[in-house]
């Protein structure tokens, strides 16, 4: 089993961008009450910043900003669409909590 965490871009004129990785291995719940709980506001993350590739639209404008929301963290049966592990990512979140730094997203835009 492997984990898929679903993540939305939303833009300042509401304009949506779903995004899903799938990592290998799985997470606790334990775990992923922490990752949410590490995101601003509960569901608030720079994905960038804990290793997730970010799926915006294609040039940067006035309504664009770092922010992601958390949608859905669960196990499936897929192959892993980036190079991490479950608890690499749990880690990541870890590590940012308290520290999402709003500046990344300029950084070369969506990818």
Excluded at 24 to 41: F, P, V
Excluded at 54 to 81: K, L, M, Y
Aim: aromatic residues 10%; hydrophobic residues 30%; charged residues 30%.
């Amino acid at each position: 089993m492997n984990t898929r965490i679903e993540y939305l871009y939303r833009d300042g004129s509401n304009y949506k961008v779903p995004n899903q990785q799938i990592v290998e291995g799985t997470l606790t719940d334990r775990q992923i009450k922490e990752i949410i709980a590490s995101c601003d506001d509960g569901e608030y993350f720079v994905p960038r910043q804990v290793g997730l590739p970010e799926d915006r639209f294609g040039d940067i404008n006035d309504d664009d900003h770092a922010w992601f929301e958390i949608q859905e963290i669960v196990s499936v049966d897929g192959t892993p669409t980036v190079d991490m592990t479950a608890e690499e990512l749990y880690q990541n979140f870890v590590k940012a909590s308290g520290n999402w730094d709003e500046t990344l997203w300029m950084e070369g835009g969506g990818e």
